[in-house]
């Protein structure tokens, strides 16, 4: 052993085991044999295992500045900073570091400022006779978040629902922030915003804000605009609040109707309306960019009277029919009338009269209503023309042969053996030849 003697037994050394653990036994090992004839000496070379430590820091840092889930032998520095890369072994066995670029420094550790080309893996390699160890440090550049994309403009009918997503780039783990016209949406913090039964005021322009442990970087804005429809009571003013978000300059309108208005704070006014009012309206703001809201706007009208069949002059035994057009908002009901007289079921835009007969004469009118009101048709006039053969030896009488009136009949041409009364009885005194012939009563 170097710089020891040991005991000698006759033909036979021992080398007691506990002497090997000690610094100073490694190194070489000479065994001298000697006897009565002679001495023979052998050498050995005695080695220990080598193991090694290899550290790096970023000078002036707290850690690694590396997210959390990265390993720890990962080291995060920013362009400028100095790290320092140390490597050590044990009994001062040698070592060689390999940068990126493959160069090698031996027995000698590393401090640099980190520049573009620095980062890479680094690897501490420490050998001898019996066995090799190799360590890796990796100086890694972390990119500041960046945007790739953010959802095109979207135009979506109100109730329905709308996904707006953004894709970052750089080094996770990103950070989220929605914005919709430049205030901050609480509790969306999420790559997807995503806007349930949106509404009227949910109009606007939308972004995101994407941060991770090196910076920030805003999206630009995606126009969300919005479809509705509105019925409005035209016969007096109206105002709805809240019906689209506050906009410093102001809404414009189109097409242009002076008597349709949304304000700058978001309420929808309106003056008193006509059915020519109806119609879809478009309304935009500088302030949203592209996003609009489009409103279809139903004037709900009082019911009036468009048109009524025209007079009808009809065979007794044939058919009729009598149709009243409305105007207004739906939905109508209707009432149809005969002599100012309700005729009971008859409820539809058109009266049937099927087999007329002469007590169906009469003027002919309708009532429409619906939820704003009501209107009266005019009236229009319904002649049957019709046939009778009469004994004319007797004096005759045809009782509820047209309808009762008031103000009696008169008959042309005049005739006074023939007679249409009040009640609408038919009657006749005796009769000639010479009183056939076609009578108009009226």
């Known amino acids: 052993m170097p710089g020891s003697n040991f005991p000698q037994d006759r033909d036979t ?23 009565r004839f002679g001495n023979d000496t052998e050498t050995s070379q005695l080695l220990l295992n080598v193991s090694s430590v290899f550290t790096g820091n970023i000078q002036g840092a707290n850690g690694s500045q590396c997210p ?68 890796t440090i990796v100086v890694k550049q972390l990119e500041p978040a960046h945007i790739i994309s953010i959802s095109e403009p979207q135009t979506v009918p109100s109730g329905s629902s709308v996904d707006i997503s953004v894709v970052a780039g750089g080094t996770p783990d990103f950070t989220y922030q929605w914005f919709r016209n430049g205030m901050a949406i609480p509790g969306e913090t999420g790559s997807t915003l995503s806007i349930r039964n949106i509404n009227t005021t949910d109009i606007g322009l939308y972004s995101c804000t994407v941060s991770n442990s090196r910076g920030s970087a805003n999206s630009s804005s995606t126009a969300i605009s919005v479809t509705s429809s509105v019925s409005i009571n035209g016969s007096v003013p109206q105002s709805i609040s809240n019906f689209a978000p506050s906009v410093p300059s102001g809404y414009t309108i189109s097409p242009s109707n002076p008597r349709i208005r949304l304000t700058s704070s978001g309420e929808l006014e309106t003056d008193e309306l006509g ?27 009082i019911a009036h009277v468009i048109s009524i069949s025209g007079p009808q002059t009809v065979p007794s035994g044939s058919s009729v029919d009598i149709s009243v057009v409305p105007g207004g908002t739906p939905d109508f009901t209707y009432q149809w009338f005969r002599n100012g007289m309700a005729i009971p079921g008859e409820t539809g835009s058109t009266l049937s009269i099927r087999n007329i007969r002469t007590t169906d004469i009469g003027l002919y009118s309708c009532t429409v209503s619906n939820s704003r009101g009501s209107a009266n048709s005019s009236s229009t006039a319904i002649s049957v023309t019709s046939s009778v053969s009469i004994n004319g030896s007797a004096p005759q009488s045809i009782s509820n042969f047209a309808p009762s009136v008031p103000s009696g009949y008169t008959i042309s041409p005049s005739n006074p053996r023939i007679r249409l009364t009040s009640s609408g009885e038919l009657e006749t005194d005796e009769l000639g030849p010479e009183d056939s012939g076609t009578y108009t009563f009226s």
């Not at 506990?18 to 044999?33: D, K």
């Not at 119609?279 to 996003?291: C, I, M, Q, V, W």
């Open 13 to 35: 050394l021992s080398i007691i085991p506990q002497l090997l653990l000690p610094l100073m036994l490694q190194g070489e090992i000479r065994c001298v044999l000697i006897n």
């Open 68 to 135: 959390s889930n990265e390993p720890s032998n990962v080291l995060c520095p920013l362009i400028g900073q100095q790290i320092n890369l140390n490597c050590s072994t044990n009994y001062m066995y040698p070592y060689n570091i390999t940068t990126p670029d493959l160069n090698s420094s031996s027995n000698r550790n590393l401090s640099f400022t980190v520049g573009p080309e620095d980062y890479g893996s680094y690897t501490c390699t420490a050998a001898n006779g019996c066995n090799q160890e190799t360590h």
């Open 275 to 301: 059915p020519e009012d109806s119609g879809t309206y478009t309304f935009s703001s500088p302030d949203l960019g592209g996003a609009t809201l489009s409103i279809g706007v139903n004037v709900l009208g």
